[in-house]
């Protein structure tokens, strides 16, 4: 479907530095009878300083050029003159430099390896208000955007105390829980409150099913233990270490 055709010839400044492109640029644009170059700037300080003498209805704005670059051009531009229409022209596809080039007050953004009327296609929609991105980096746009949006997968075991992900840990090591009971100084009975505690959190019914639990959620015996033990002697505060310590092995003496 051929776009409408303007019947306005919009006035451009071009801000490239590789003469010859520029000079491409300029005979292709006024070749499509849209647009009329009134400036050529070689670096972002002389795009700065032709845009406050010049006021054309768009600037094509290189963003990689010596001296004061292209980004830094546009931000001075845009505080400036707010109402600025500026579409970004470079060889960078990578969300990050989109994304700084977006920050800077762009209105579009398209990469040299674009087509021809791909440009055409920008000037149009950035002169009626609209933004617009490169088909070729329009899909890494849409990308980063979801990423950030969605919100990031929480563990399951989030919900647990540090007392409950700790007797879990033991469990999962194959202790009774009278034996959890005598490592970390507690009764039977609330050892067994606590297992109860944690199954039903996490919706499980019997060892099986905690094991099974453990491997489809990839969580780790040992960041499950250090991240638990950690927390329990940060929330003991003064409380002797030796309450902490695993208890010595009897000797021949002892037993």
């Given at each position: 479907?051929?776009?409408?055709?303007?019947?306005?010839?919009?006035?451009?400044?071009?801000?490239?530095?590789?003469?010859?492109?520029?000079?491409?640029?300029?005979?292709?644009?006024?070749?499509?009878?849209?647009?009329?170059?009134?400036?050529?700037?070689?670096?972002?300080?002389?795009?700065?300083?032709?845009?406050?003498?010049?006021?054309?209805?768009?600037?094509?704005?290189d963003?990689?050029?010596?001296?004061?670059?292209?980004?830094?051009?546009?931000?001075?531009?845009k505080?400036?003159?707010?109402?600025?229409?500026?579409?970004?022209?470079?060889?960078?596809?990578?969300?990050?430099?989109l994304?700084?080039?977006?920050?800077?007050?762009?209105?579009?953004?398209?990469?040299?390896?674009?087509?021809?009327?791909?440009?055409?296609?920008?000037?149009?929609?950035?002169?009626?208000?609209?933004?617009?991105?490169?088909?070729?980096?329009?899909?890494?746009?849409?990308?980063?955007?979801?990423?950030?949006?969605?919100?990031?997968?929480?563990?399951?075991?989030?919900?647990?105390?540090?007392?409950?992900?700790?007797?879990?840990?033991?469990?999962?090591?194959?202790?009774?829980?009278?034996?959890?009971a005598?490592?970390?100084?507690?009764?039977?009975?609330?050892?067994?409150?606590?297992?109860?505690?944690?199954?039903?959190?996490?919706?499980?019914?019997?060892?099986?099913?905690?094991?099974?639990?453990v491997?489809?959620?990839?969580?780790e015996?040992?960041?499950?233990?250090?991240?638990?033990?950690?927390?329990?002697?940060?929330?003991?505060?003064?409380?002797?270490?030796?309450?902490?310590?695993?208890?010595?092995?009897?000797?021949?003496?002892?037993?």
């Open positions: 479907m051929t776009e409408h055709l303007d019947t306005k010839r919009y006035k451009v400044l071009l801000a490239e530095d590789h003469a010859l492109l520029r000079q491409s640029l300029k005979a292709y644009l006024e070749t499509q009878g849209l647009c009329e170059v009134i400036g050529e700037a070689q670096d972002g300080r002389e795009a700065m300083r032709m845009y406050k003498e010049l006021r054309p209805d768009i600037v094509l704005m963003l990689s050029m010596p001296g004061v670059d292209g980004m830094v051009a546009v931000k001075a531009i505080r400036d003159f707010p109402d600025a229409r500026i579409i970004a022209l470079t060889a960078h596809r990578s969300e990050d430099y994304h700084a080039a977006l920050d800077s007050g762009v209105d579009g953004y398209v990469v040299k390896a674009a087509s021809a009327e791909d440009l055409l296609t920008a000037i149009r929609a950035v002169c009626r208000g609209e933004a617009y991105v490169s088909p070729e980096v329009s899909a890494t746009l849409i990308t980063g955007y979801l990423r950030s949006s969605r919100p990031e997968r929480t563990s399951p075991l989030e919900g647990l105390t540090a007392r409950e992900r700790h007797i879990l840990q033991l469990v999962l090591q194959g202790m009774k829980n009278k034996e959890i005598e490592k970390l100084f507690l009764s039977t009975r609330t050892v067994e409150k606590h297992r109860a505690n944690f199954m039903k959190k996490l919706d499980l019914h019997n060892l099986h099913q905690v094991r099974e639990f491997k489809a959620n990839g969580v015996l040992e960041k499950l233990s250090s991240s638990a033990y950690g927390a329990l002697r940060g929330a003991a505060g003064a409380m002797p270490a030796a309450l902490f310590a695993r208890p010595a092995r009897a000797t021949g003496a002892d037993a």
